[in-house]
């Protein structure tokens, strides 16, 4: 057998061996034994294979299938600038915590910074965004470079994993290469060595009583006004742990649309909206607040947890210290268990006008916010609105960043079953929406059959993925409706300060970006059953219509100012 047949059956297998399930493979030719081994697996069902033309679309793919299913999911593309366009996708699963294990095929050492066709320096190619880098090549200086391979290999898949570490986080593998890249005749690529397979998993997180941590800030007792903000969280048990402890304590939860904790009786919905009212805020800054995970989308919340006077922050996965206004006295490991009536550090009596004060002023926002969107014209948060109230506890809620999830959080109502919400929140970027959304579908699909995906985008961040629509004909179509809202540029803009009457005259071109498509050709192109909604009656007709495969929404809906204006009344009409 010839060693790159080889080193590319000892990678692979050993991501067998350790559980790996599903890989995303951008072909190549530098990349070729991988490929055919990925494939003999694929063909004994040993591995779920997924093909994409495009290694940025490929990166997202299993990113958006690790973030659902929480296991490492393996990328694989050639050499040269294939391995550029997984940055993005490296830097959003580094800054999200996930188990994505980047395997770049390279050329052996010895046609490297010679000027050999398709080579660059790719050797560490990502820094700081990857825990773990190894360039994995044979010399034959080893005594048994087989067991070298299996050994290095082992270490990528357990530090992505988050063995001995605080949690999981991108690797790359490098593997040289060298040629005859194809099998020697007669090699068998069908056997596939699956003699050991186990599933590793990171050790669980410490959970302390509430009470012993507030006794660390130098507090007699659990003080009863008290804030939970419940920031992007990786599985519903963070979600649910947050709830029980608010609930135990009286407490309010605040929750980005990622937080997925407004299922308990004291969420707060649409707070973003709630807390422009500087009266209501300022008279109730929390004397604690718990924050958890990484949150940031709403200025007016911000403000919140810079008022309060102790703030404890829990840290849930990705690279970061999730403590942007640096108030945070201590990181927590986990989330904190309820009080467990400790007689040295005790619980103060609840605060029950507090807590109601937090519900009766949420509950008018809402109104407000309903009534706004009824009267108004078609805009990005009646499009947010209507997809909240037809998806079903079974289904995936998957939004973009920018407007997209600011609309989403206000239009956002508790429900006790409410679908799961998750986004790109690692580094909130417009990259790979369209492509994380269909890795996110086919991992959802397979752990709940019979619910479907609904991914909210904006027309930008629609036409910066399109490219993730290009699955070959081959590849499986997920239960997936993706919704367009289309404003023909970039809506966020208009609320932020470059927003304003000043710079007008150069506020479209270089912020607004129209770019005066018609999506629905766009769409249409790619081979996907598409179809244009003009208001939201419209779009719950198209939401409410029985869908198997991959479906596109194009809600067209008002000019970005008049959204604008909408956004403003809403947050001066307390």
């Given amino acids: 057998m010839n060693e790159s047949t080889a080193i590319a059956g000892v990678v692979i297998d050993r991501l067998l061996a350790h559980g790996v399930t599903d890989v995303v493979l951008a072909p190549g030719s530098r990349s070729t034994p991988l490929a055919l081994r990925l494939a003999a697996a694929e063909r004994v069902g040993a591995i779920r294979l997924h093909v994409r033309i495009d290694e940025r679309s490929a990166a997202f793919l299993a990113v958006g299938i690790a973030k659902v299913s929480g296991q490492p999911v393996a990328v694989v593309c050639t050499s040269g600038t294939a391995v550029a366009n997984l940055a993005p996708a490296v830097v959003e699963a580094a800054y999200s915590g996930l188990p994505l294990i980047v395997i770049t095929a390279d050329r052996p050492p010895e046609l490297r910074g010679v000027g050999a066709n398709q080579t660059i320096d790719q050797v560490g190619f990502f820094g700081q965004q990857v825990r773990t880098a190894v360039d994995l090549f044979a010399l034959g200086q080893d005594a048994d470079p087989e067991s070298t391979w299996r050994k290095v290999t082992d270490r990528v898949v357990r530090d992505a994993i988050g063995i001995g570490h605080p949690g999981p986080a991108p690797v790359q593998l490098n593997v040289g290469l060298r040629e005859p890249l194809v099998p020697d005749p007669g090699v068998d690529q069908i056997s596939i060595d699956s003699a050991e397979t186990s599933e590793l998993q990171a050790p669980g997180v410490l959970r302390e009583p509430i009470n012993f941590a507030v006794g660390d800030l130098g507090l007699a007792e659990v003080p009863a006004r008290g804030v939970v903000l419940v920031g992007d969280v990786p599985n519903p048990q963070i979600a649910q742990q947050a709830m029980e402890l608010a609930d135990a304590c009286g407490w309010p939860v605040i929750s980005e649309p990622s937080g997925n904790a407004l299922a308990g009786a004291t969420g707060i919905p ?36 810079a008022s309060a006077n102790h703030h404890l922050a829990v840290a849930v996965g990705g690279k970061d210290r999730p403590d942007p206004l640096r108030t945070a006295a201590a990181i927590l490991p986990g989330v904190p268990r309820p009080p467990d009536g400790d007689p040295v550090i005790g619980t103060a009596s609840r605060d029950d006008q507090w807590l109601r004060d937090w519900l009766i002023k949420s509950a008018a926002t809402q109104e407000r916010i309903a009534a706004a969107i009824a009267t108004g014209p078609f805009s990005g948060l009646a499009v947010t609105s209507t997809c909240w109230a037809a998806t079903e506890s079974d289904d995936l809620l998957f939004a973009a960043a920018s407007r997209t999830v600011r609309n989403l959080e206000a239009t956002m109502t508790s429900r006790h079953f409410p679908p799961w919400v998750l986004g790109n929140r690692g580094t909130s970027g417009i990259d790979g929406l369209i492509s994380t959304a269909w890795g996110a579908a086919l991992a959802h699909q397979r752990r709940s059959p019979d619910g479907r995906t609904v991914a909210i985008l904006g027309d930008l961040a629609f036409l910066h993925d399109h490219n993730g629509l290009l699955a070959p004909a081959a590849e499986e179509r997920p239960n997936l409706t993706i919704v367009v809202a289309d404003n023909n540029g970039g809506g966020i803009f208009s609320s932020l300060e470059q927003g304003d009457s000043a710079f007008a005259s150069d506020f479209e071109r270089v912020f607004g970006t129209p770019h005066d498509l018609d999506l629905e050709e766009i769409a249409r192109a790619t081979g996907i059953s598409t179809t244009v909604v003009q208001d939201a009656q419209e779009l719950t007709a198209a939401l409410d219509e029985p869908s198997v495969g991959v479906d596109i929404i194009i809600a067209n809906t008002v000019a970005r100012d008049d959204e604008q204006a909408q956004w403003a009344a809403l947050l001066r009409g307390h």
Avoid: C, K, N
């Fill in 270 to 305: 649409a707070a973003s909206v709630l807390l422009a009212d500087e009266e209501f805020r300022t008279s109730h800054a929390p004397d604690f607040l718990l924050s958890i995970g990484r949150f940031g989308i709403s200025r007016p919340i911000m403000r919140l947890v």
